[in-house]
């Protein structure tokens, strides 16, 4: 399988504990994107990396939240001290910056449940 | 800032129909436009984008949509429905090649058999 791939696919914890997600992007892909879905919205925009560099972070991004693309080919996405408003998806995309404008190719997402 | 508005939460066409999926966007600039598909416990899916030229633009499942820059409207249309459209749909904006992509929030079609 050559898509994005997401680990793992669903994610149940307790409020206060740490959750550490991971996403591998397409081989060749240079750009990868993490989002969060809420049930009957779209996806919204948390962060993202050009190779192992972090370009931009949402507002959403809080202090508990940290992202890290270390080699520039795989990502995580940690949430510290979770609190029920963080469960959500949590998508993943990825994307080949060339001349032409690519479209992003998503994860199947993980799903985030805090209890 | 930008921001993408689907007006409609559900839209319902009988199988063998035309269908049509609103979608508006606020963007300076020039924008770039693109329509994604969600079908249950699946990533979302790429149809089709706008970037320039032809204002009609041709997608994946023969989906085509329609860049009205007067309008800021982006709408999503095939000529005849069929009942594995049925999915949540997500137009989705973006200010440039370097940008963020923001996604409306969304668009369940229903097609009935």
């Known amino acids: 399988d050559t898509g994005v791939s997401q680990d793992p696919r669903h994610k149940i914890t307790k409020r206060g504990q740490n959750v550490t997600f991971r996403c591998d992007p397409i081989?060749?892909?240079?750009?990868l994107y993490w989002y969060r879905q809420t049930l009957g919205q779209g996806p919204e925009f948390l962060t993202y990396f050009q190779n192992e560099a972090q370009l931009e972070k949402s507002r959403l991004l809080s202090d508990r939240f940290s992202a890290e693309r270390p080699k520039g080919s795989f990502s995580t996405l940690e949430i510290q001290r979770t609190e029920q408003g963080d469960s959500a998806m949590y998508l993943c995309?990825?994307?080949?910056?060339?001349?032409?404008?690519?479209?992003?190719?998503f994860g199947p997402g993980t799903r985030l449940t805090v209890l | 800032a930008q921001s993408v508005a689907q007006p409609e939460d559900q839209v319902n066409v009988a199988e063998g129909n035309p269908l049509t999926v609103k979608c508006t966007y606020s963007?300076?600039?020039?924008?770039?436009l693109f329509w994604y598909v969600q079908y249950p416990n699946r990533g979302l899916q790429f149809l089709l984008k706008?970037?320039?030229?032809?204002?009609l633009v041709k997608g994946s499942y023969g989906f085509e949509a329609e860049f009205n820059k007067s309008q800021t409207s982006f709408h999503l249309k095939k000529p005849s429905a069929l009942v594995s459209d049925s999915a949540l749909y997500f137009c989705?904006?973006?200010?440039?090649?370097?940008?963020?992509?923001?996604f409306g929030k969304g668009t369940r079609l229903h097609i009935l058999p």
């Open positions: 995309a990825s994307t080949a910056r060339l001349l032409e404008l690519d479209e992003q190719f």
């Open positions: 081989s060749e892909h240079n750009r």
């Open positions: 963007v300076s600039g020039n924008p770039y």
């Open positions: 989705a904006v973006m200010r440039g090649r370097d940008d963020k992509i923001i």
């Open positions: 706008y970037i320039t030229g032809d204002n």
